[in-house]
Every structure is written in C-alpha cells, then in structure tokens.
C-alpha cells in the first residue's frame, strides 16, 4: 500500500470498498447483529485501510495542487520580471545631472 499515485490509490479504494462489501454481507448472512458487525476484527481492519487510503490520496492531491501552485506562481513572476525588465530600460540622461538630483536629496 506505499504507492504514492493517486491512480493505484482509487483502485486500492475500490478493492477495499469491495471487500468491505462482501464481508458485511457475509457477516449479515451468518444472522449476526449491528453490533456484533461493528466489532468484527477483519472488518475493523479494512475500515482502518479505507481510511489510509482516503487519507493517501487527499495528501496526493493536496500535494499536487500546492505544486501546481508553485508552477503558476513562478510564471507569473518570471512574466512581471520579464515586464519590469523592459519598463526598466531607460536612456541616462547626464551622469552630473544625477549628482545634483543627489545632493539637492541630501541637503533635505
């Protein structure tokens, strides 16, 4: 059960699911009760496995949507900076002119 593929996952889910299935309706056949069904070591078992499962894939897709989100994030800045970059792309006019731009900034 240490697959970490989502497909492998749902189909462990359903074979889980299924024996769930025939094991309740076994159970239910040998006339046993609700609570005696509840109690069932076997069938206590497979919950626990349907659990993990539920769980393994909820993290799989939680990871692959944090990863997709990472993806779009990363384009995205590399886009602004790609954008910015060309904004940033001026002609100097006179370094002196800069210098009293400076000066007058300091005297402030």
Known sequence: MGSQQKETRQLQLEQITAQIEKRTALLKSQDKTEAEISKDAPLKKLRGDLR?????IASIEKLAKTVADARQK??????????AGSKKKKDKADPAEDK????EKKKK
């Open 52 to 56: 993990r499962t539920k769980a393994a």
């Open 74 to 83: 990363k384009i995205a800045a590399a886009e602004k900076r790609a954008a």
């Open 100 to 103: 009293k731009k400076k000066k």
